[in-house]
């Protein structure tokens, strides 16, 4: 008997999200060549992973950076996703009111995987 299955593990994605490793001071001449290569990865509808860990100390420059990446990745039809920013960088963007996704956390509506629904006491059994 013989298997035509394919291999790897059936109902896994294999594809992977590119990843664009950000570090060190930004400046403007910079940002139009990143905004270039985000748009180009994130072309019909993926998500870019920006790995921010490099980015230290957070400040403005680096607000304005991830909000030009997101906007070139929105105009391409993808987003782009945060890996291991820093809590003062976090802080930095909810202060602006810069809302990204970043890896790890549940996006908005949906619930936590493995979280279920607290029964009151006094609720009637079903």
Known sequence: ????????LPDVD???DPVLVLR???NRDGVAGLS??????????GVVVCDVRGLDPPGLAHVDLL?????AARRAGGRIRL?????ALRALLGLVGLCLQVEGE???GEPA???EEAVETGDAAS
Do not use: I, N, Q, Y
């Not at 008997?1 to 790897?8: E, I």
């Not at 270039?36 to 509808?45: C, F, H, L, S, Y």
């Not at 890996?83 to 809590?87: D, Q, S, V, Y």
């Open 36 to 45: 270039d290569v985000v748009r180009g990865m994130a072309r019909g509808g």
């Open 67 to 71: 909000a030009r990446l997101e906007l």
């Open 24 to 26: 060190g001071p930004v």
């Open 113 to 115: 995987g493995g979280v």
């Open 83 to 87: 890996r291991e920013p820093a809590p």
């Open 1 to 8: 008997m013989s298997c035509a299955c394919p291999p790897g």
């Open 14 to 16: 294999p594809r992977t």
């Open 106 to 108: 549940v996006e908005e």
